[in-house]
């Protein structure tokens, strides 16, 4: 297991935005920041969530700030704070539950046949 926290840009319908990506800890998918136009009122904002697959999310682990950099600070300051109260049954669970999401028909490439 690593600590290493890596980036992947977000892919909605095979399509891809400026300044939007998942958050990825050891394969598992644990988080998301993205650019948010004319939010809050006609500026600017990006916005950051973290939250564990099968875990609820603290109103804490989510928030906006001025550009991505900001974002992956705070990311990196929640995570530091989730990472130890995870088991490795929770991990194992997370594992489980997003392999079955990957199966599901809209998350499969448009190529795949049934």
């Not at 977000?10 to 650019?35: Q, S």
């Not at 969530?49 to 300051?77: A, I, N, T």
């Amino acid at each position: 297991m690593t600590d290493q926290l890596l980036l992947r840009k977000t892919v909605i319908g095979g399509e891809t935005a400026p300044d939007d990506y998942v958050v990825i800890w050891d394969g598992i998918r644990i988080g998301r920041i993205h650019r948010q136009i004319g939010l809050p009122a006609g500026r600017q904002a990006v916005a950051w969530g973290v939250s564990f697959p099968g875990k609820p999310q603290h109103p804490s682990h989510r928030g906006l700030c001025r550009d991505v950099e900001e974002c992956k600070q705070m990311v990196k300051l929640v995570w530091g704070a989730i990472r130890p109260t995870l088991t490795e049954g929770d991990i194992r669970e997370a594992r489980e539950w997003q392999e079955r999401g990957e199966n599901r028909p809209w998350n499969r490439p448009t190529h795949w046949q049934d």
